[in-house]
Each structure stands twice: as C-alpha cells, then as structure tokens.
C-alpha cells in the first residue's frame, strides 16, 4: 500500500505504516512520523521523488539500510521495516523522542559531567557501528539524539563498508566540512574509520564549548584549518584536551579507535564531583550549529607536485564583469577576455610605446604588494588593457591602480570610495571603449577612467543587483528584471534599452564570431540566457551590442550558462539548482542546432572556458579540471586542489589560481601539469580566499595574484621553471 496525498505532496502510507506528521526534511527524503499496526512509534524515511529515479541513489540507498541494520542497536535507532525498491523507497526506525544535541547545544552547552558522558556514549557507538565493518561518515551533532537512556547516533545515509566501492565516491565530497577528516578532504575513497573518530573529537568540542575546533563562516576555510592547521581547543575542560587532540590528529594513524577511547572516557565520565569541578572551563556562548555541506572541498596533492607545495582551496569564484551588491535570481555574469576597443585616452600614446621597449629587454619575474597592509586576505584581481598595454588591477581599498607589465611599478591608482567595499576575488577593472570601468559595490558607482591618467572621464549610479558587461565599444548594464541597457563606453551616453528577460547570464563574445554570426560591423554578439523559473529550459537570445537587435532565439533543455565561443558556436554549461554540471552544450553557429555532451562524472559548482582550439576546459569544486571537445570528454586530471579560479586557456595550456596564491600550468593536449609557482599564502586564519581571481595571460608572460597581496608575473613560455 502505497497512496499519495495530493494535498500535502506526501504518501500517506509507507508500507503498512501510516504516517502522521513530518519530523524533518533534508536533500535526500522527508522524515516522518508514523505508528505500526501495534502501535509502535515510528520514524520513516522516504526518499525524494526526483532521487528515487537515479540507480545510482537507490544504490546508496540500499547501503544505507544495509549499514543500519548491521548495527545492534543499542547506540543507534534500530531498523524495523525497509522497501529500497519501492516506487519511493523509504526506511522505518524506531522513534525515539529526544533532542539532537545541534537543539541541545542551542540551549546551553554541556557541563563537564554531561560532556564526558556524551564522549563515553559516542565511543560506544562508534565501537558498536565499526565491529561490522561500517563507516558512519557524517557524524555531527545534529545525527547524534540525547536520549535520557544514553545517545543514538542516526542518519547512515552516507555511511558505507570500508569496501565500498560505489561510483558515488569519484569526484564527489560526501560529508559536513565541520566534521570531517583531514583524509575527507584528500582521499575520499581512503576513508575509514578513523575517520569517525576525527569527528567524535569535532562534537565533543561543539558541545563543550558552542563552537567547532576549526571554526569560521567559511565552509572552504574551515577545510583548509582541517588539513592544515591546529584545532581551537579554548573552553574545553582541562582533563578532555588531551583525549580530544589525538582523536583530532591529522594522520588518521595516529587517532585512537573507538576501543581505546572507552576506558578512558568512561573513567571521565564517573569521576566525583570534585574530581569534575577540576576541569570546569567558563561555559562559551552557544552558537548554531552549521551544517552545510553542499560545497565540497576535497584537497591532495597535485600530480607531480613539488613537497610542501599542497594546499586547501577555496571555492570557484566566477570571474565576473563588473558586479555589485545582490543578483538576479539564478544569475550567471560572464564576459569576453580583453576587450579594449580602439581610441585612445591621454597618456595611452605613451603608454604603448614604453611597453613596446620593455618588450625588447629581457623579461625578469616580478613580485609587487597591492592594497591596504595589514594581516588577513588582501587578495586582488587583475586584467589586461589591450589599448595601453597595461596591466590594470584592483585590491582592497584600491578601486583600480594601473601597473607597468615590465617590473610593476606603479603608474598611477585610485583610493576604493568606501572603506571596506571590496573582497578578495572581486571582479577584474573591464574594458570597453578605450576606457577603464571599475564598480565599488559599496559606493553603487560605475565610474570609467583614462587609461593612461586615471582621471574620470564619467561616472553612472547603479542601482543593486545591476552588473556591467564590457562590450567592445558598449556597456551593458544588466538589471535583475532583465530591462538592459546599453551605454556608450566612452562617453556614458545610452544607446538603447530593451526588455531581455529576467536576466540570468549575460556574456559578450570577445574577439570571435559565435553563435549566429558577427553583428552589425562585424562585432561579436552577445548572449543572454534566462532559465525558467524550474530550471527545466532556458531560453538564449543573441544580441548586437550596438543596437539591440535580436539576431535569433531559442528555447532549450537545461538551466544553461553562456562560457564561450567555440568555432562552430557558443559553448554552455548545464548546471542544475543544486551546483551540478552535467554536461556541456553546443549551440551552432550557422543552424542554432543544441548538441549536449554529457560528462563523465558531474562538476560541483564548475567554471570553464573555451580554448582556441573550441574545446570547453571546465573545473569543477572537487579539483577536476576536464577537457570536454565536440563530441566528448577527452580528459580529465584530478589537480589536487578542491576547485580552482576561472580556468583560462593561452597558448596550449590552461592556466588557474589556487587560493594560496600558487598559479599552475596544464597542458592542454594531454591533460598533464607541467608547472606551478611557489605559493604566497597570508599568515594567521584569514590567510585562506574563498572567492579567487583568473590568471591574465599576455603575450609571454602570465600575471597572477595571491592572498597576501602580491601581484607577481612569470615567463608564460616555460612553467617548467616556475
């Protein structure tokens, strides 16, 4: 018996079990509560109707109430009735009426007492969930029940055998960032039952304390803390810290297993009262518990890495056109490398002929400081300015400086508005019309300045939300209703404006022709895509950026963002809601034909771009960095980093940031890493970015930037020596 209940969306029976209200809901299945024939208090999991139709989750489903049942019971909710092949699967466990201890921590946190019977309880149940030979995966506090009778720990739904071996595994980061092990992070498929007691160790600290041992707002930083650095043990009783830093040790082999943890634990959780008065520590404001864990974050060693060189990384940042404050709903921004448009402004004259002469000496690296000094992340984002031949860049609280590409020395720059208006990774100056456009969010300016002076030529307010797109001898400037418009770039003057739809992406076609040919002059178009409120389609329009006019449209499959022109057409990628990219998509030049390539494995929150020889090079938030050509994936390398910048594509190689400052080479016909600088990470915990800027090749060189401030450039003909 299987009914559904069109007016709540949910079945009113789960096998013979009716179910009678929802406990809770999360992105695998609906938990509800529900009473046997006999009256019996269940809790009945019931998987999504849009999982229930991939094999693969069924697969993990199935596992999941495997590695349950394989439990006694007497640490977790036992499992009564389950049907992983039902049209919805779902799963019945006893119902056990207790607070997690994510609501209990709310309240207050532990008192030393209580606390070191939670860590005896958590070492027998892990004694209990190991002995068959699983792994839980994803313990936290709010899979950890306070019952009056002892703890329970639930939710096996990323548990698994330590033989696992389902696909789930490859390229994917299974887990909360809070909670989990170093080797999480680095060898997902390595994983055993250590770590669990890495994250025993996480709890206890949330629970004494309100706070986790490696604690920030940043779910990518905290990553980075996990591998590298040593855990915030401030709060926790005196007597615990021990126990709690080896079960925290970074090397799985040196943590205890949950047999040598019980002894000692049960010893700490009977001792007198004034044995426990002893390691009482001031009780910490309570925090909410985060538990997050759509950005995952793996981190190893890159392929071929020299030692010391491995680093934690933050999560892709788009590298976008002018941004401020806010977006549209489902909004991508992108834009075309380059850009300067003919005309020049007072000093470019100059400016080019000093750059032609430092061409003709040899090159030498270089390394400068931009921004405010001070400790924490000072990183910045930079471009290149065709017209003066010019590196302009941007940090905080410096809108825009423009420096020499010869040694980086400074030209001239100009103070950020608003203290505090710009954040590391924030989008690259752009340039359009001769001239150099920069946006301070705080401030809601656009303001276009000469490039060879920095005086303002003029200045546009912008209301939040609105991004700016360069567009040769345009700028665009999109709205979240989609109402954009278009001003000339050198004098500010509106061109036209034109309802496009609730914009979701908009990207000019920089040098080349792509998608329905040149437009009027033959400048490149620019094209809009706009996903329907569901994300099942979305529809494209080519756009000539000097009148407005609609070269075509289409409506396709998928919730599609514009990445690049390829020879035969524009390339797109297809993600869903969730941050998934499964596939890349073609839409042809000439016929407006759609052609999908589906990849192998899908990317988390992927940025990409598309290469001179039209193959779509896309990196994804687990480190994969894949070449995807007209028909299929071509290759794929695990770079070892747990995402990377906006990949760029120059003279064979594909070229991307890590957040503590490294800039590494791959090649691009084999896929191969063939070279990354030293890194340049800042000192202290806010020396980690989780929103990076692009490398900005030119000509021979290659100019990048890094958390501690530094603009630096290298010889872009041999990485080999970087």
Not at 324 to 343: D, M, Q, S, T
Not at 444 to 456: F, K, V
Not at 509 to 525: D, N, T
Not at 700 to 717: K, L, W
């Amino acid at each position: 018996m299987h009914s559904l209940r069109a007016d709540v969306g949910f079945p009113e029976y789960a096998g013979q079990y009716r179910l009678e209200s929802v406990l809770g809901s999360g992105g695998m299945g609906v938990v509800h509560l529900a009473t046997s024939g006999s009256g019996l208090k269940l809790a009945v999991k019931i998987v999504h109707a849009e999982h229930a139709v991939d094999p693969e989750f069924r697969a993990r489903f199935r596992q999941e109430v495997a590695a349950a049942r394989q439990v006694s019971g007497a640490f977790t909710a036992p499992v009564v009735d389950a049907d992983p092949d039902a049209e919805r699967p779902w799963m019945a466990t006893l119902f056990i009426d207790a607070p997690t201890l994510a609501e209990r921590v709310r309240e207050r946190v532990l008192d030393p007492a209580e606390l070191a019977r939670l860590a005896a309880g958590l070492a027998e149940a892990l004694r209990d969930i190991h002995r068959v030979g699983v792994v839980h995966r994803d313990l936290k506090p709010s899979n950890v029940l306070m019952a009056p009778d002892g703890v329970r720990v639930i939710d096996f739904g990323i548990s698994r055998p330590a033989d696992s071996d389902l696909r789930t595994e490859t390229g994917k980061l299974i887990g909360t960032p809070p909670y989990m092990a170093p080797e999480q992070f680095q060898r997902p498929r390595e994983v055993g039952s250590a770590a669990d007691v890495f994250a025993l160790g996480a709890v206890l600290v949330h629970a004494a304390t309100g706070h986790g041992p490696f604690d920030s707002d940043s779910h990518y930083l905290v990553a980075y803390q996990v591998v590298h650095a040593e855990p915030d043990l401030s709060g926790l009783p005196e007597r615990l810290v021990p126990v709690v830093a080896r079960c925290l040790a970074k090397d799985p082999a040196d943590r205890p297993t949950a047999e040598q943890l019980i002894a000692e634990m049960r010893a700490l959780a009977y001792r007198t009262s004034e044995d426990t008065q002893a390691f009482v520590a001031p009780p910490r404001r309570p925090v909410e518990e985060v538990t997050h864990a759509r950005e995952r974050i793996p981190v190893a060693e890159p392929a071929g890495a020299r030692p010391g060189r491995r680093r934690a990384r933050a999560v892709v940042a788009a590298s976008v056109g002018l941004l401020l404050a806010g977006g549209a709903v489902g909004g991508y921004l992108r834009f075309g490398a380059g850009g300067g448009a003919p005309g020049q402004g007072a000093g470019e004259a100059d400016g080019t002929k000093a750059a032609a002469a430092a061409a003709a000496k040899p090159f030498v690296p270089w390394t400068v400081s931009l921004g405010e000094p001070g400790t924490g992340n000072r990183t910045g984002s930079c471009s290149w300015g065709e017209a003066a031949a010019a590196l302009y860049c941007a940090g905080p609280g410096v809108a825009v400086a423009r420096l020499d590409p010869a040694n980086g020395s400074l030209v001239w720059s100009l103070k950020a508005a608003a203290a505090g208006t710009r954040t590391a990774g924030d989008s690259a100056p752009l340039h359009a019309g001769g001239l150099v456009l920069v946006a301070e969010p705080g401030a809601g300016t656009l303001r276009a300045l000469d490039p060879g002076t920095g005086a303002e030529r003029w200045q546009r307010k912008l209301a939040d939300g609105t991004r700016a797109v360069a567009a040769g001898a345009q700028v665009l400037l999109a709205p979240p209703n989609g109402n954009v418009t278009a001003l000339d770039a050198a004098s500010g003057a509106p061109r036209w404006t034109k309802q496009l739809g609730g914009v979701g992406s908009v990207w000019w076609g920089g040098g080349a022709a792509a998608g329905g040919g040149p437009a009027a002059g033959g400048g490149p178009l620019v094209y809009v895509s706009t996903p329907d409120s569901g994300g099942g389609s979305s529809q494209l329009l080519a756009v000539d950026p000097a009148s407005g006019t609609v070269h075509w449209q289409l409506r396709t499959a998928g919730r599609l963002r514009p990445v690049g022109a390829a020879r035969d057409g524009l390339c797109l990628l297809d993600t869903d809601a969730d941050g998934r990219t499964g596939a890349v998509v073609r839409v042809d030049a000439a016929t407006q034909a759609v052609r999908r390539v589906r990849l192998s494995v899908p990317l988390f929150d992927a940025e990409a771009a598309v290469g001179a020889d039209g193959v779509t090079y896309a990196v994804g938030a687990t480190g994969a960095l894949i070449a995807v050509g007209a028909e299929r994936e071509q290759w794929r390398l695990e770079t070892g980093l747990s995402a990377a910048s906006r990949p760029v594509a120059a003279d064979g190689r594909i070229l991307l940031t890590a957040p503590d400052g490294r800039l590494l080479a791959v090649d691009a016909g084999s896929g191969r890493l063939v070279g990354q600088t030293r890194s340049r990470p800042t000192d202290g915990r806010a020396g980690f970015t989780a929103t990076l800027a692009a490398p900005v090749p030119a000509g021979d060189r290659v100019y990048g930037t890094s958390p501690d401030g530094s603009i630096f450039a290298v010889d872009a003909t041999d990485p080999t020596r970087w």
